[in-house]
Structures are given as C-alpha cells and as structure tokens.
Nanobody, 120 residues
Framework: EVKFMESGGGSVQPGGSLRLSCVAS????????IAWVRQAPGKELEWVSS???????FYSDSVKGRFTISRDSGTNTVTLDLNNLKSEDTAMYYC??????????????RGQGTQVTVSA
C-alpha cells in the first residue's frame, strides 16, 4: 500500500520559515517523481512543487524563490523548505506521486497532510 506521512507544519508569523517532511512507503521511491500540493479552506487543490527522479525541481510561480524541494532516496523522504511565508501560504500541505505527462498536473496517493498557518 502506497503511503505518505507528512510532518513539520505549524503556525508562524509572516516572513517566517518551516520545513515540511514527507516519508514515503509501499512503492519504489526512486522510480517516482514526487509533488507537494496544498489546499486552503474553500479552495481547490493547488500544485506547489515537484522533484523528478533525477532531482530536477519545479515550482509554481506563487512559491518560486521562497520554497525549496529536495529528496533523499536513502530515507524515502521529500523535504520542502518554506521561507518568507505569506498569509496566502496558509493551507494543508500534502505530498503525492506526480504522475502526469507534465509536472504539476496529475497526482496519486496523497498523504494525510500537515497544516501550515501563517498569521500575525
């Protein structure tokens, strides 16, 4: 069974930082691109970032320059560093397999998520 376990969320002030982690299991981690996606209350799911099997990274325009994605195949972990956080980054953050023909378009097997709240 494919599983993702996200952690690291919390409440921070605008301009603050967080590090989110996602541990994957139940599939051959090195064979899949992995994405972070997020969903704010009342809004649709939004792609945030993806990392390919070859460590290429991709970001949405809304987070480019502020967030950094990385992966470690030794521990089956994907990390998302969130810097210079804004109130509009408040959402539940999930990781998932990125399975589309283009990055950021289709996802499988989201985890339970970790909440990020940015508020003064």
């Amino acid at each position: 069974e494919v599983k993702f376990m996200e952690s690291g969320g919390g409440s921070v002030q605008p301009g603050g930082s967080l590090r989110l982690s996602c541990v994957a299991s139940g599939f051959t981690f090195r064979d899949y691109s992995i994405a972070w996606v997020r969903q704010a209350p009342g809004k649709e799911l939004e792609w945030v970032s993806s990392i390919s099997t070859q460590q290429s990274t991709f970001y949405s325009d809304s987070v480019k320059g502020r967030f950094t994605i990385s992966r470690d195949s030794g521990t089956n972990t994907v990390t998302l560093d969130l810097n210079n956080l804004k109130s509009e980054d408040t959402a539940m953050y999930y990781c998932a397999q990125d399975v589309g023909s283009r990055f950021g378009k289709a996802f499988n097997n989201r985890g339970q998520g970790t909440q990020v709240t940015v508020s003064a």
